[in-house]
């Protein structure tokens, strides 16, 4: 069970988050003349739209050199791409299992990192599909109906705010330049997690097992992404 404090804080967190998207579409509005407005959906990774340009863009809050940019647990993942045999295997071992100690009592957080074999064939699934990743964990979003389990693909966004909360400075990205420097980079595994170094050598993404919530369940052993601030012009 989530501590009262947690709880408060995921939701403050929320809040200002909220708060600052409403001030960043009057800064837009003010400063290009045409309407922006805020996307409160949940299977959307638009915060803030303007209909008339044609500009959707994804907001970054940041206090340090990373935040996350997408969650979703591995079952998901693997249906959504369809993923199957023994790389479906390797999710259940490097990211856990729910439920299930799949390290045999050899790992705190039930998980087993040591399959050379299907780590090589993990990673190589990521590299072999890095593009795809890319639109699933930045340009759109993949999320599953709670109800009907139904995997659907979110509206694509083609900019990003990256905001500092610390210097209270922000930058806009072309989506579309972030993809470039991704499709000349390459995944690479580390102990317990992988990064994502871009076409110029900067680490751009990296992907771990949540870790958090209620131990072992679904949302523990979930896909984790996180973003860097981006090198690109």
């Known amino acids: 069970m989530k501590s009262l404090t947690r709880v408060e804080a995921g ?15 009057v800064s837009l509005t003010e400063s290009t003349g045409y309407f922006h407005e805020t996307d409160g959906a949940s ?9 008339d340009l044609g500009d959707y863009y994804s907001k970054k ?12 647990s591995w079952d998901v993942w693997c249906r959504y791409f369809e993923i199957t045999g023994e790389v479906r295997e390797w999710f259940g071992l490097f990211f856990g299992t729910p439920w299930k100690d799949v390290s045999n009592g050899t790992d705190p957080q039930h998980r087993f990192v040591g399959n050379e074999r299907l780590n090589e064939l993990g990673l190589k699934w990521f590299n072999d599909h890095k593009m795809e990743t890319f639109d699933a964990i930045v340009r759109n979003g993949i999320y599953e109906d ?14 990003m705010i990256w905001y500092n909360k610390l210097t209270k400075e922000g930058k806009i990205y072309n989506i579309q330049d972030i993809a470039d420097v991704v499709e000349g980079g390459h995944w690479i595994l580390r102990p317990t997690t ?15 097992m949540k870790g958090s919530s209620e131990r072992f369940s679904s949302a523990y052993h979930s896909l984790m992404f996180h973003i860097y601030k981006p090198h690109v012009a």
Do not use: M, P
Not at 43 to 51: L, M
Not at 150 to 155: K, Y
Not at 194 to 208: E, R
């Open 11 to 25: 939701r403050k967190a929320k809040l200002d988050g909220h708060i600052e998207e409403d001030t960043s579409a």
């Open 146 to 159: 709670r109800k009907t389990k139904v995997i659907s693909v979110g509206e694509y966004v083609n900019k």
């Open 43 to 51: 299977n959307t990774k638009r915060d803030i739209i303007c209909e």
């Open 194 to 208: 992988l990064w994502f170094i871009d076409a110029n050598g900067n680490k751009l993404f990296h992907l771990q």
């Open 61 to 72: 809050s940041v206090s340090k050199d990373h935040t996350q940019c997408h969650l979703t």
